[in-house]
């Protein structure tokens, strides 16, 4: 049982049913969903269709005593710029929604949870790869 920080590539996957996201979000211990995830879903959603039930599924998934909305605040933007800077030094640059969801997980000492490999380049946090 792991603390998880979430990507929303591992909510997606979730959502679909594919069982190595089904089996580390249910084993989770604690679930962390940074508020950047939120955005990308919500984002997704008023692009795609069936919006109503997306957004009652989401809300369901947010409401298991387990999760966890984790919202951005002035030490994540601390650890945000150390982040940035880091990968910018290694000539290794990765979207920046994704620096702050790491952010977000260094701040919360827990796992990124994600099917992007990029987050390989991001030191100071763990990261689980699913696939």
Excluded at 3 to 21: E, K, L, P, Q, V
Excluded at 73 to 84: C, H, K, P, R, V
Excluded at 96 to 107: F, K, L, P, R, T
Aim: charged share 20%; net charge neutral; glycine share 6%.
């Amino acid at each position: 049982m792991t603390r998880y920080c979430m990507d929303t590539s591992a909510y997606s996957h979730f959502r679909r049913g594919a069982s190595a996201a089904v089996g580390a979000i249910s084993s989770a211990r604690w679930l962390g969903v940074p508020s950047i995830v939120l955005g990308e879903l919500r984002t997704g959603f008023l692009v795609g269709g069936q919006r109503a039930e997306k957004e009652r599924r989401l809300s369901h998934f947010l409401a298991h005593p387990v999760v966890e909305v984790l919202t951005v605040d002035s030490e994540t933007a601390g650890l945000y710029a150390e982040i940035m800077v880091s990968l910018r030094q290694a000539g290794t640059p990765i979207p920046s929604n994704d620096i702050w969801i790491a952010a977000v997980a260094a701040q919360t000492a827990s796992t990124v949870l994600t099917y992007d490999d990029h987050f390989r380049s991001i030191h100071r946090v763990a990261v689980e790869i699913l696939q």
